[in-house]
Nanobody, 124 residues
Framework: QVQLAESGGGLVQAGGSLRLSCAAS????????MGWFRQAPGKEREFVAA????????YYADSVKGRFTISRDNAKNTVSLQMNSLKPEDTAVYYC?????????????????WGQGTQVTVSS
């Protein structure tokens, strides 16, 4: 069982930046593909970004490509999402997710574990 805990959410003005972090407990993340999803009010949860188990490959939704960067530190058991040039439409609850896989190339992941989520609000 992997437990994931997100942090770093908050309120930011459009054009600003936030950095989300996800810390894992009980298990090492080194055997997991990691990702971020988000869910805006009244909308379905959507994929944001994913990173391979060793950080060698990443994949992004078109809506965040060029603005968001996913990274991981297996030694610290953490995954991060750097969000720049934020837009009001990025407002959502952001969830960290883990898929038990060591595949080298990632796309949209199919999570086995989820965090509780952290709120990101971007004001116009």
């Amino acid at each position: 069982q992997v437990q994931l805990a997100e942090s770093g959410g908050g309120l930011v003005q459009a054009g600003g930046s936030l950095r989300l972090s996800c810390a894992a407990s009980r298990r090492s993340l080194s055997r997991y593909v990691m990702g971020w999803f988000r869910q805006a009010p009244g909308k379905e949860r959507e994929f944001v970004a994913a990173i391979s188990w060793n950080g060698g490959n990443s994949y992004y939704a078109d809506s965040v490509k060029g603005r968001f960067t996913i990274s991981r530190d297996n030694a610290k058991n953490t995954v991060s999402l750097q969000m720049n040039s934020l837009k009001p439409e990025d407002t959502a609850v952001y969830y960290c997710a883990a898929e038990q896989s060591t595949r080298p190339i990632v796309g949209v992941i199919r999570p086995d574990y989820w965090g509780q989520g952290t709120q990101v609000t971007v004001s116009s």
